[in-house]
């Protein structure tokens, strides 16, 4: 079995829950969450792929497409349930996309032969990329432009998973370290509200 398949399907699934939940907030139509859980879950990977230019993948592959109907579907389905979870689920969601993506995106880029650097970089456009586009969709601050640790989150895990694979830790052991980082980083932000320092400015603009 595949496993890194596995994963890239079911963050795929998480993601794209993550922009059902954020329509059903926002009071969209089934359109709309349709189209906030296609960017989610395909968004940060269809620009990574074309950044590296290689074959976008979900277009060689239409499960993805058919997953995020489905997760839409079962989603609206059950819409009384996401609405008394959504408020804890939603960020819950997200920093399981992220961790997932952040370490497929940086492997893609080293199977295709890249730098270190743009594995890391890879990474974190697949995780936060989508999620930029569901909030700007949806008329919300990226999470990624606001004081929260997320986009750190994702550069560590990153990190940590391209030492790895640079140090001989095997692909499956050298993933499960950077979504692990990557999801109890990003976790903990949540639950005791860490956030990084602004820049302080003195005067006005």
């Known amino acids: 079995m595949d496993w890194f398949y596995v994963l890239d399907l079911a963050g795929v699934v998480v993601f794209a829950l993550s922009g ?3 329509a059903s907030q926002q009071r969209m139509d ?5 189209v906030l859980a296609a960017v ?11 950044l590296l230019d290689i074959p976008v993948y979900w277009v060689d592959d239409p499960l993805y497409l058919w997953l995020i109907l489905a997760t839409v579907i079962i989603g609206l389905a059950g819409l009384r349930k996401l609405h ?3 408020y804890l689920w939603l960020p819950v969601l997200d920093a399981c996309g992220l961790a997932v993506f952040t370490v497929l ?6 199977a295709t032969e890249h730098a270190a650097v743009v594995a890391v970089l890879m990474g974190l456009l ?3 990329a989508g999620g930029m586009l569901r909030d700007v969709l949806a008329r919300r601050v990226p999470l990624v432009l606001c004081r929260e640790i997320y986009a750190v989150a994702s550069i560590l895990g990153g990190v940590l998973y391209v030492g ?3 140090l001989g830790v095997a692909r499956l ?3 499960i370290i950077g979504i692990a980082v990557t999801l109890l980083l990003r976790l903990a932000a949540i639950r005791w509200r860490l956030a990084l320092p602004t820049v302080p400015w003195k005067g006005s603009i």
Do not use: C, N, Q, Y
Not at 105 to 110: D, E, I, Q, S, V
């Open 20 to 22: 059902v939940v954020l």
């Open 30 to 34: 089934p359109f709309g969450a349709l």
């Open 40 to 50: 989610t879950g395909i968004g940060g990977g269809t620009l990574r792929d074309l």
């Open 84 to 86: 008394r979870l959504s």
């Open 105 to 110: 995106g940086a492997r893609k880029a080293l």
């Open 126 to 128: 697949t995780g936060v």
């Open 164 to 166: 790895a694979r640079a």
């Open 173 to 175: 052991e050298a993933a």
